[in-house]
C-alpha cells in the first residue's frame, strides 16, 4: 500500500487523511474499559448517541461479525482488513472504541457491551445464533440465485431445503420470525423490502426489480446443501469443469492468471445479473486491453465460453441453468472477434458458517503490551 501511494504521488493528501482520520474516529492516550472515562476523552460529536442496541440482535448478528467483535473483546490480534471493518462496522455505533498513542491504535470493548456478550455463554443463546445465521444463509443463497423474491416465496424454499412441510409445528411461526429477522439483514446492506417483495442490494430501485420479475417465468431453483454454503459465503462464482476450460484458454492468451480470474468474475456476476452472452464479454475484453494471438484462439474462447454460460445460475431463470431447461447453445455464427489489427490504445471503450457458535468471551489476562495492536 504505502508504494502504490508513493508511485501514484499522494504522500502529502494520504497524510492529511489520515491526520484527519485520527483527529475524528480515535481516542488519544492508553484504551480504557470505563465508559465514562471513554466518552469524556472521545472526539466531540463522536458519540453523542450511541445506540446501545447489541442486546437486542445479538443472535442476530452475523456469525463472522459476532466472532470478531469477540475477538476484539478479549484483545486477540486482528488483521488490517479485519481492523478497517471494525473501524467502518463497530466503532460508529459504540460497540468497539479506538484508541491511539500515536504511533499504534488500539480497539477496546466497554463494559457495558461485554456485560451483553457473557449471554454467548448460555447454551440456548447459542443454538439461537446458529439458527439464525443458517437462516441468513438461505435467504443469501435465494437472492444470489432469484435476486428478488416474495416473503412467501423465501418461506417456501426455506422451508423445501430443510424437507418440511408449512403444515409442520416448527413452521407456523416462520413468517413472523423472517418479518423480524429481515430488517436486521436490511440494516445490514444486504438486502432491501419493498412491501411483500425481498430485494437484492444490487437491484437500486423498484423499476430495476420489476423488470426483473417479468422475465422470470419459469419455477425457482431450490438450492442444495453444497449451493447454500457457496451462496451464503458470499461465492456465486461456481469453478466447474467448464470454468476451468475457458479459464485455461484465455489465460493462455492474457498470461496473467489474476488478471484472468478478475475478467471471469465480473463477467460471470453479470451473466447472473444481467444475462451477458458472449458479445457483452467480448466487448469487456476490449476494455481489458486483451488481444487474442490468432483468430483460431479466439474461436476457441469463444466456444469454451458458450458451454460456461450455460452452466451459469441466472436471476432471469429463477436460478436454474439453460443446462438444466434444456436450453441450446448461444448461437456462434454471428459472435464478432476482437479486432486483431487495431492497436490496442485505439480501440474504442464500452462502457453458512453452520458447524460452530462463536467464540465464548473469555477473561483477558493479557499485559497491555501483548494485546491486539496494529501500526498505523
Not at 412491501?195 to 442490494?201: D, I, L, M
Not at 464479454?281 to 483468430?295: A, C, G, Q
Amino acid at each position: 500500500m504505502d508504494a502504490l501511494i508513493k508511485k501514484a504521488g499522494l504522500e502529502e493528501e494520504f497524510k492529511k487523511l489520515s491526520e484527519m482520520f485520527s483527529d475524528s474516529f480515535l481516542i488519544k492516550g492508553e484504551e480504557t474499559e470505563e465508559l465514562k472515562e471513554a466518552l469524556h476523552r472521545a472526539p466531540d460529536g463522536l458519540y453523542k448517541d450511541i445506540p446501545w442496541y447489541l442486546e437486542d440482535r445479538l443472535a442476530a448478528m452475523d456469525i463472522t461479525r459476532l466472532d470478531l467483535l469477540v475477538r476484539i473483546m478479549n484483545y486477540e490480534p486482528v488483521g488490517k482488513m479485519e481492523a478497517a471493518n471494525v473501524m467502518a462496522e463497530f466503532v460508529p455505533v459504540g460497540l468497539v472504541f479506538a484508541f491511539t498513542d500515536g504511533e499504534n491504535m488500539t480497539f477496546a470493548v466497554m463494559k457495558e457491551v461485554k456485560d451483553v456478550l457473557m449471554m454467548l455463554h448460555k447454551p440456548e443463546m447459542q443454538e439461537m445464533i446458529l439458527t439464525l445465521n443458517n437462516m441468513r444463509y438461505v435467504i443469501r443463497a435465494v437472492l444470489g440465485l432469484y435476486g428478488v423474491c416474495t416473503l412467501k416465496q423465501l418461506q417456501n424454499t426455506l422451508i423445501k431445503v430443510t424437507g418440511g412441510n408449512e403444515e409442520e409445528d416448527k413452521f407456523k411461526n416462520l413468517n413472523k420470525i423472517l418479518e423480524e429477522y429481515l430488517p436486521f439483514m436490511e440494516e445490514d446492506g444486504e438486502l432491501w423490502l419493498d412491501e411483500k417483495y425481498v430485494v437484492s442490494q444490487y437491484l437500486e430501485t423498484k423499476k430495476d426489480y420489476k423488470r426483473l420479475l417479468r422475465k422470470q417465468k419459469t419455477d425457482y431453483y431450490i438450492p442444495d446443501d453444497n449451493v447454500i454454503m457457496s451462496y451464503g459465503q458470499g461465492k456465486m462464482l461456481v469453478k466447474n469443469p467448464e470454468y476451468e476450460a475457458v479459464f485455461k484458454l484465455l489465460n493462455r492468451e492474457i498470461r496473467d492468471q489474476a488478471q484472468t480470474e478478475a475478467i471471469l468474475e465480473e463477467a460471470s456476476e453479470y451473466v447472473i445479473m444481467e444475462d451477458w452472452e458472449i458479445p457483452e464479454i467480448m466487448n469487456r475484453l476490449y476494455d481489458w486491453e486483451m488481444v487474442f494471438s490468432s483468430e483460431k484462439a479466439a474461436e476457441k474462447v469463444t466456444g469454451a465460453l458458450s458451454r460456461w454460460l450455460n452452466t451459469i445460475r441466472r436471476w432471469s431463470e429463477c436460478g436454474h441453468s439453460r443446462n438444466e431447461l434444456l436450453k441450446s447453445d448461444v448461437d456462434l455464427g454471428n459472435i464478432a472477434c476482437p479486432n486483431q489489427s487495431e492497436p490496442a490504445g485505439e480501440r474504442a471503450k464500452k462502457i453458512y458458517p453452520m458447524t460452530r457458535a462463536p467464540a465464548v468471551p473469555g477473561k483477558n489476562t493479557r499485559s497491555a503490551a501483548a494485546r491486539n495492536r496494529m501500526t498505523r
